[in-house]
């Protein structure tokens, strides 16, 4: 009887084969994302959220900048996941409680409130994670800010991250250039974080996040004295950590182009504004923002679609939650 060899196919054989499997996956993964995903299981899903949302902000304006940052601060820890809106329980350590989010995010009782509602009409079908998403888009559209189609279909973790927290989240003093490796490893570009950062011409800021500044003694040249002194009457020198003042005190409650206004005069309230117009890389970009209030509004509803593509669970992953403090039973 001849012999025959079998040969074992050589790795670089794989390759092809590899590389078909990892960009189907992907885009299997985009494509269960869609913009008309509840058209058919729950057609009353985005009027829902949108009624819900704009009712909650129409009493208190600050909460439109809360839903953003509740949307940004859930994105960037493990992808858009609803992680965030887990509460503390015997098996899962909140994300509220990590320090980047303990003393300044708010909001969750809206998401919980606009998805209590969606229980009653279609249940068990629309994610906490797209509620947040589909409120950070009507936050933004109620107070004067651009509108986009937000895409669906993300599913609910099971888990928190807190520890991601610390880590993926961007720290109040971070200087330009880790700026943008943070955004740059969500898969968003410099552009994208400056357009993102404009969401700072919204909401407030905690004395603590922003005293050194303010208290530089002339030592920061790239903070304007005058905005200083003015910004030292909210916030004293020893204690009052949790004072609140406006990112930017001429429409705080609107969004507009007024924040990168403020950075060509050096009126940026936290480090990481300022940063973004010091002489480095993005002062470009925030020049033609305060210039043009359509190239910012056009830009930052782009960069907050691309935001809410980072990491989705979709498919079978994960879960839809019932409740979005708590995983299901």
Known sequence: MATVTVRSPSKSAFLPALLLFMIVAI?????????NFYASSCPNALSTIRNSIRTAISRERRMAASLLRLHFHDCFVHGCDASILLDQSPTITSEKTAPPNDKSARGYELIDAAKARLETICPGVVSCADVLAVAAKEASAYVGGPSWAVKLGRRDSTSAFPDETL???PFFKADLQTLIDNFGAKGLSPRDMVALSGAHTLGQAQCFTFRDRIYSNGTDNIIDR???????????AVG???A???MDLVTPNSFDNNYFR???QRKGLLETDQVLFSGGSTDSIVMEYSRSPSRFSADFAAAMIRMGDIQPLTGSAGQIRRICGAVNN
């Open 27 to 35: 885009n299997q993964s985009e494509a269960q994302l869609s913009t």
């Open 167 to 169: 880590t993926d989240l």
């Open 226 to 236: 005058g905005f200083a002194s003015t910004r030292r009457r909210r916030c004293p």
């Open 240 to 242: 009052g950590d949790d």
């Open 244 to 246: 609140l003042a406006a």
């Open 262 to 264: 403020n950075l060509v």
